[in-house]
C-alpha cells in the first residue's frame, strides 16, 4: 500500500512533466505582429491657412508629432489598422480623423488632413444692477448656448473665450431679477474676434410677460404703415388680402405660443402639460402671449382696429384678449391696457364697421404725438388644460373703422390717378425708415432651403435680417398679387389677358417714406421678363402736405445680356423697358434707373413704385426687383 507521501509526490511530478511538455509545444494562438507604416497630412484652419506647431497624436500606439510652418506633418511606426488621429492646439477647437487599414497604401497613409476651427474669439461684458444705479452685479449665471455656464464675480465681469466664430445666444440669470437673453452673430467677430457686450442691464422690471424696457426696445420692430395683414388664404377682396406673401408676420415680433396659420397671425394660451404649463396661474393683468411692436400715433391713426377669428373657442367659452401699451418717456413706464379685456368666440372673422360683429377697436388718443409700444395678446383665464387661440388677419391704425374687407379709410391723395387708394392720413402718418438706406430685392433664404410645413412663413421672417425690400416697404396689390421668392428678385407685375391698359391706374405698387439728407439720389435695379413687350412703371414722390410729381430718372441703363434691352419714356409719367439679364449672381445686367431727390433735401418723402398694363398683349408684365435705396 502506497502512503500519502508518495502519492502526492507522484502527482508533483506529474505536474511537473506536463508543465515542460506543453512549454515545448509551439504557441499556435499567438497573433502575429501588425505591420507598421507612415500617416502624414496637412493641418489648416477654418479660413483656409496652415497651422504650424498642432501637436498630432495617435493615442492607443503613444505616437505623436508636431505640424511645421506649413502645418504638415509625419509619423513613422503606425500599425496598419484602425486609428483615431487628433489635433490640438490653444487657440483652435480640437479635431479629429479617423483612418482603417484601408487608409495606407504601400504602407502610407497620405493627406490624413485636418481643418480647424479658430476657437480665439470671446464674448465679454459686465453686468450691472438697474435697481442700484447700474452698480456692477455679482451672482449672475451665463449660459451660453445652453451649455457652458460661469457666475459673475464682485465686478460684474464675464468672458466666454477660445470660442470658434459662430452664432450665440447668451442667458443671464439671477433671483429677483428678470432673465435677459442677448444674442451675438457669427459677423459680429471681426478684427481681433472679440464681441465686447458691454454693461448688460439686470433687474429691470418686466412691463411685458418676460420682457423689460430695455428689452422691448431692443426687440420691437417698427409698424411703419396704417395696415397690415395677415394669413395665407384668399379671402372676398383678393389681392388686396395677398395670399403670397404674410406682410403681418414679416414684421411681428413676439413672445410666448404664436403660430403662423394660414387665417393669420395666431397668438395662442400655452398648454403643454409636459412644460408644466397646467401648472400656470390664471391671469388677467399679463399677457399669456403677444406680438408687440413699436408705433408712432397722431391724429391720423389714433384709433388700432383688429379683424380677428377664433379656434378652439365659442360664445360660452372664449378667447379673452386684449392690446398694453407703454409711453416709454413716461416717468415711470409701464405698460396700460386699452379699455377692457375682450372677448371673443367665433370661427368667423369680425366684418369690419358693420353693426353686426364689427372689428374690435382700441382708442389710442391719449398717445397722439407719441411714439409707443403696443403689444395685443391672449390671457389665461384657468388654470390646468386651457387652450385657446387668437388669429389676426389685420391690423389697421386710422381715425375711423375700414369696410369690411376694404381699403384705409380717409381722403384720397389728389394727382396720383385713379384708384391708388392712397389717403392723406396714410402720407401724414407713415413713419420714415431712418436706419436703413438700401433695401435687398432677392430673399437669401427661399421656401425650399426650409424644412417643414412653416417653411413659407419662416422665408419670411428672414427678410428682416437682410433688410429685405418686401419687409420695410408697403405692399399695395390693387389687381395683382406678387411673386416673393423668384431667385432674380422680389417681383411685382400685372394681370394678363383682357386687362384694361391704362397709364393712370395701377396694377401694383410698393411705397416708402425715405428722409432724403446726405444720400439724395433714389435708385432701383430691375429686371423684366419678355423679350416683346416692354413692363411700364412709375415712380412717385408724394411730400408731406400731399404733393405728387412723377419722377424722370436722371441716369437710365440696361444690361447688355439682350439685344432687345431697352428703356425710355411711355408719356403721363412712365417708363417703359425691357431687360431680360441678371440674377443673384450677375447684378451688373439688371436695368438701373437714378433719381435725383435733391429738390426734397431735409424732407421725409414717399416713394411709390408701380407697375402698370401698358399694353395688352395677352400676358402678365413683370418687375423683379433686385434692390432699390437711396445714395
Same mark, same amino acid.
Given at each position: 500500500?502506497?502512503?500519502?507521501?508518495?502519492?502526492?509526490?507522484?502527482?508533483?511530478?506529474?505536474?511537473?512533466?506536463?508543465?515542460? =511538455?506543453?512549454?515545448?509545444? $509551439?504557441?499556435?494562438?499567438?497573433?502575429?505582429?501588425?505591420?507598421?507604416?507612415?500617416?502624414?497630412?496637412?493641418?489648416?484652419? /477654418?479660413?483656409?491657412?496652415?497651422?504650424?506647431?498642432?501637436? %498630432?497624436?495617435?493615442?492607443?500606439?503613444?505616437?505623436?508629432?508636431?505640424?511645421?510652418?506649413?502645418?504638415?506633418?509625419?509619423?513613422?511606426?503606425?500599425?496598419?489598422?484602425?486609428?483615431?488621429?487628433?489635433?490640438?492646439?490653444?487657440?483652435?477647437?480640437?479635431?479629429? *480623423?479617423?483612418?482603417?487599414?484601408?487608409?495606407? *497604401?504601400?504602407?502610407?497613409?497620405? &493627406?490624413?488632413?485636418?481643418?480647424?476651427?479658430?476657437?480665439?474669439?470671446?464674448?465679454?461684458?459686465?453686468?450691472?444692477?438697474?435697481?442700484? @444705479?447700474?452698480?456692477?452685479?455679482?451672482?449672475?449665471?451665463?449660459?451660453?448656448?445652453?451649455?457652458?455656464?460661469?457666475?459673475?464675480?464682485?465686478?460684474?465681469?464675464?468672458?466666454?473665450?477660445?470660442?470658434?466664430?459662430?452664432?450665440?445666444?447668451?442667458?443671464?440669470?439671477?433671483?429677483?431679477?428678470?432673465?435677459?437673453?442677448?444674442?451675438?452673430?457669427?459677423?459680429?467677430?471681426?478684427?481681433?474676434?472679440? %464681441?465686447?457686450?458691454?454693461?448688460?442691464?439686470?433687474?429691470?422690471?418686466?412691463?411685458?410677460?418676460?420682457?423689460?424696457?430695455?428689452?422691448?426696445?431692443?426687440?420691437? +420692430?417698427? =409698424?411703419?404703415?396704417?395696415?397690415?395683414?395677415?394669413?395665407? +388664404?384668399?379671402?372676398?377682396?383678393?389681392?388686396?388680402?395677398?395670399?403670397?406673401? /404674410?406682410?403681418?408676420?414679416?414684421?411681428?415680433?413676439?413672445?410666448?405660443?404664436?403660430?403662423?396659420? +394660414?387665417?393669420?397671425?395666431?397668438?395662442?394660451?400655452?398648454?403643454?402639460?409636459? /412644460? @408644466?404649463?397646467?401648472?400656470?396661474?390664471?391671469?388677467?393683468?399679463?399677457?399669456?402671449?403677444?406680438?408687440?411692436?413699436?408705433?408712432?400715433?397722431?391724429?391720423?391713426?389714433?384709433?388700432?382696429?383688429?379683424?380677428?377669428?377664433?379656434?378652439?373657442?365659442?360664445?360660452? &367659452?372664449?378667447?379673452?384678449?386684449?392690446?398694453?401699451?407703454?409711453?416709454?418717456?413716461?416717468?415711470?413706464?409701464?405698460?396700460?391696457?386699452?379699455?377692457?379685456?375682450?372677448?371673443?368666440?367665433?370661427?368667423?372673422?369680425?366684418?369690419?364697421?358693420?353693426?353686426?360683429?364689427? /372689428?374690435? #377697436?382700441?382708442?389710442?388718443?391719449?398717445?397722439?404725438?407719441? #411714439?409707443?409700444?403696443?403689444?395685443?395678446?391672449?390671457?389665461?383665464?384657468?388654470?390646468?388644460?386651457?387652450? $385657446?387661440?387668437? *388669429?389676426?388677419?389685420?391690423?389697421?391704425?386710422?381715425?375711423?373703422?375700414?369696410?369690411?374687407?376694404?381699403?384705409?379709410?380717409?381722403?384720397?391723395?389728389?394727382?396720383?390717378?385713379?384708384?391708388?387708394?392712397?389717403?392723406?392720413?396714410?402720407?401724414?402718418?407713415?413713419?420714415?425708415?431712418?436706419?436703413?438706406?438700401?433695401?435687398?430685392?432677392?430673399?437669401? %433664404?427661399?421656401?425650399?432651403?426650409?424644412?417643414?410645413?412653416?417653411?413659407?412663413?419662416?422665408?419670411?421672417?428672414?427678410?428682416?435680417?437682410?433688410?429685405? =425690400?418686401?419687409?420695410?416697404?408697403?405692399?399695395?396689390?390693387?389687381? $395683382?398679387?406678387?411673386?416673393?421668392?423668384?431667385?432674380?428678385?422680389?417681383?411685382?407685375?400685372?394681370?394678363?389677358?383682357?386687362?384694361?391698359?391704362?397709364?393712370?391706374?395701377?396694377?401694383?405698387?410698393?411705397?416708402?417714406?425715405?428722409?432724403? +439728407?446726405?444720400?439724395?439720389?433714389?435708385?432701383?435695379?430691375?429686371?423684366?421678363?419678355?423679350?416683346?413687350?416692354?413692363?411700364?412703371?412709375? *415712380?412717385?414722390?408724394?411730400?408731406?402736405?400731399?404733393?405728387?410729381?412723377?419722377?424722370?430718372?436722371?441716369?437710365?441703363?440696361?444690361?447688355?445680356?439682350?439685344?432687345?434691352? =431697352?428703356?425710355?419714356?411711355?408719356?403721363?409719367?412712365?417708363?417703359?423697358?425691357?431687360?431680360?439679364?441678371?440674377?443673384?449672381?450677375?447684378?451688373?445686367?439688371?436695368?438701373?434707373?437714378?433719381?435725383?431727390?435733391?429738390?426734397?433735401?431735409?424732407?421725409?418723402?414717399?416713394?411709390?413704385?408701380?407697375?402698370?398694363?401698358?399694353?395688352?398683349?395677352?400676358?402678365?408684365?413683370?418687375?423683379?426687383?433686385?434692390?432699390?435705396?437711396?445714395?
Amino acid at each position: 500500500m502506497k502512503t500519502l507521501k508518495t502519492i502526492g509526490a507522484l502527482a508533483l511530478a506529474a505536474i511537473l512533466t506536463g508543465m515542460a =511538455f506543453t512549454s515545448c509545444k $509551439k504557441d499556435d494562438n499567438k497573433e502575429p505582429e501588425l505591420e507598421t507604416g507612415t500617416v502624414s497630412g496637412i493641418v489648416k484652419s /477654418d479660413v483656409g491657412s496652415p497651422i504650424a506647431d498642432v501637436t %498630432v497624436e495617435i493615442a492607443d500606439i503613444k505616437k505623436t508629432a508636431t505640424t511645421d510652418a506649413f502645418g504638415s506633418y509625419k509619423i513613422d511606426g503606425v500599425t496598419i489598422t484602425k486609428h483615431s488621429v487628433t489635433f490640438k492646439k490653444d487657440g483652435f477647437a480640437d479635431a479629429a *480623423v479617423s483612418i482603417t487599414e484601408k487608409s495606407f *497604401v504601400d504602407k502610407v497613409a497620405k &493627406n490624413v488632413d485636418a481643418i480647424m476651427a479658430v476657437a480665439c474669439a470671446s464674448i465679454k461684458g459686465t453686468t450691472v444692477d438697474a435697481k442700484n @444705479g447700474n452698480a456692477p452685479l455679482a451672482g449672475v449665471s451665463i449660459s451660453l448656448n445652453g451649455a457652458k455656464n460661469i457666475e459673475t464675480g464682485a465686478d460684474g465681469t464675464f468672458n466666454f473665450d477660445n470660442l470658434t466664430i459662430d452664432d450665440y445666444t447668451l442667458t443671464f440669470t439671477k433671483a429677483g431679477c428678470v432673465t435677459v437673453e442677448k444674442k451675438v452673430e457669427k459677423a459680429s467677430f471681426t478684427g481681433d474676434f472679440v %464681441v465686447d457686450l458691454g454693461e448688460v442691464l439686470m433687474g429691470s422690471k418686466e412691463l411685458l410677460r418676460g420682457l423689460t424696457l430695455e428689452q422691448i426696445a431692443a426687440t420691437a +420692430n417698427t =409698424f411703419y404703415y396704417n395696415e397690415y395683414r395677415g394669413g395665407k +388664404n384668399g379671402s372676398p377682396d383678393y389681392p388686396h388680402f395677398d395670399w403670397s406673401t /404674410d406682410f403681418l408676420y414679416t414684421i411681428t415680433s413676439h413672445q410666448g405660443w404664436i403660430q403662423e396659420q +394660414n387665417e393669420g397671425t395666431t397668438i395662442q394660451v400655452r398648454n403643454r402639460e409636459e /412644460d @408644466g404649463d397646467w401648472n400656470n396661474p390664471a391671469d388677467l393683468d399679463v399677457f399669456d402671449s403677444y406680438i408687440y411692436g413699436k408705433k408712432a400715433i397722431s391724429a391720423d391713426n389714433c384709433r388700432m382696429y383688429l379683424k380677428v377669428r377664433t379656434h378652439d373657442a365659442d360664445e360660452a &367659452n372664449p378667447t379673452n384678449f386684449g392690446v398694453m401699451v407703454i409711453d416709454p418717456n413716461a416717468a415711470d413706464p409701464e405698460a396700460v391696457r386699452i379699455g377692457d379685456i375682450r372677448k371673443y368666440g367665433n370661427g368667423e372673422y369680425t366684418k369690419g364697421n358693420s353693426s353686426d360683429n364689427p /372689428d374690435f #377697436e382700441f382708442d389710442l388718443t391719449p398717445y397722439i404725438g407719441k #411714439e409707443i409700444y403696443f403689444a395685443i395678446g391672449t390671457y389665461r383665464v384657468q388654470t390646468g388644460d386651457y387652450y $385657446k387661440q387668437l *388669429v389676426i388677419r389685420r391690423i389697421v391704425f386710422a381715425k375711423e373703422c375700414p369696410s369690411d374687407w376694404g381699403w384705409c379709410p380717409g381722403e384720397e391723395v389728389q394727382g396720383l390717378g385713379t384708384n391708388w387708394k392712397m389717403t392723406k392720413e396714410m402720407v401724414r402718418s407713415t413713419m420714415p425708415i431712418t436706419e436703413i438706406d438700401t433695401f435687398d430685392g432677392i430673399s437669401n %433664404v427661399g421656401p425650399q432651403d426650409i424644412d417643414g410645413p412653416e417653411k413659407y412663413r419662416d422665408a419670411y421672417q428672414t427678410w428682416r435680417e437682410q433688410n429685405h =425690400f418686401a419687409a420695410y416697404w408697403a405692399c399695395m396689390p390693387i389687381h $395683382k398679387d406678387s411673386e416673393p421668392f423668384a431667385g432674380e428678385g422680389f417681383v411685382i407685375k400685372t394681370n394678363g389677358g383682357g386687362t384694361p391698359v391704362t397709364l393712370d391706374e395701377p396694377q401694383s405698387y410698393f411705397y416708402a417714406k425715405l428722409p432724403v +439728407n446726405a444720400k439724395k439720389t433714389l435708385f432701383i435695379k430691375a429686371r423684366n421678363f419678355n423679350t416683346e413687350h416692354p413692363t411700364y412703371f412709375k *415712380v412717385a414722390a408724394i411730400t408731406e402736405d400731399c404733393t405728387v410729381s412723377f419722377l424722370e430718372p436722371k441716369v437710365h441703363t440696361v444690361g447688355n445680356g439682350h439685344e432687345a434691352n =431697352f428703356a425710355e419714356s411711355a408719356g403721363n409719367g412712365a417708363w417703359k423697358f425691357i431687360n431680360e439679364g441678371g440674377g443673384k449672381d450677375e447684378p451688373e445686367l439688371y436695368a438701373n434707373f437714378e433719381y435725383d431727390l435733391s429738390a426734397y433735401s431735409g424732407k421725409n418723402v414717399i416713394i411709390a413704385l408701380a407697375v402698370f398694363k401698358g399694353d395688352d398683349n395677352g400676358d402678365e408684365n413683370k418687375m423683379a426687383i433686385h434692390s432699390i435705396g437711396l445714395k
